[in-house]
């Protein structure tokens, strides 16, 4: 049964530059979720996707922005990258199923750094 | 909006020692959940616990909803249990998952 899988593992990119990270759930479920944690920090919600649609979104600028496939993949871009934008880039799948809530599942992350 | 705390922020354990850990939470959150962060940087699963007691070898965690906390049991801790320790929870199936700060733990031989 494979795990949440996330590529690529590690990405340096320069400022001002767009990047695309690229997750694919756990088998068997429909949820993705984005997270962003920078060192020495907990992960901050980004978004998360179901049924190809952004569901819910946390306090973060529209430079940052997703998609899901047909397949519950998904895709987090993020455009005109700063410093700031350093950090380990999580992705969690979940199932929902009847609006029961069901435990997420962390993939092994992106390190981007921005130079 | 949602708030989760954690204390201690950091810990330092000699190998073969207990201890607890502890996450507070707002009244909104409902579904909690444990995760250790390892040197690596992966998240891994501890429990899904929104209320009541579970056990998993040296580990176990119990949530009292009525009371806003959950606690997570080191027991006969290890040098492989270093790393962050997480709780994070949500209010309903859609809504976002806020994480804790964090517990910080050494193990040491």
């Known amino acids: 049964d494979a795990g949440v899988t996330q590529s690529p593992t590690h990405l340096i990119k320069t400022r001002g530059q767009q990047v695309t990270l690229r997750c694919s759930p756990k088998s068997g479920h429909d949820t993705v979720s984005w997270y962003q944690q920078a060192l020495g920090q907990g992960p901050q919600f980004i978004f998360q996707y179901y049924e190809e649609e952004e569901r819910q979104r946390g306090n973060f600028p529209d430079r940052f922005s997703g998609h899901q496939f047909p397949n519950y993949s998904s895709e987090l871009n993020v455009n005109a990258l700063l410093l700031g934008d350093s950090a380990l880039y999580l992705c969690?799948?979940?199932?929902?199923?009847?609006?029961?809530?069901?435990?997420?599942?962390f993939g092994p992350g992106t390190r981007l750094t921005v130079t | 909006g949602i708030q989760v705390e954690q204390s201690p922020p950091d810990l330092i354990l000699q190998e073969g020692a207990n201890s607890t850990l502890r996450c507070n939470f707002s009244d909104s959150v409902n579904n909690l959940q444990w995760f250790h962060q390892n040197p690596w940087g992966q998240l891994i699963n501890l429990f899904y616990i929104p209320s009541g007691t579970k056990q998993n070898g040296r580990l176990s965690a119990t949530t009292v909803a009525t009371e806003r906390y959950s606690l997570l049991y080191i027991s006969s801790s290890q040098t492989t249990d270093s790393g962050v320790y997480f709780c994070?929870?949500?209010?309903?199936?859609?809504?976002?998952?806020?994480f804790g700060p964090g517990t910080s733990l050494s193990v040491i031989p």
């Open positions: 994070a929870g949500g209010e309903t199936s859609y809504d976002k998952v806020i």
């Open positions: 969690a799948s979940s199932l929902l199923r009847q609006g029961v809530f069901h435990e997420q599942y």
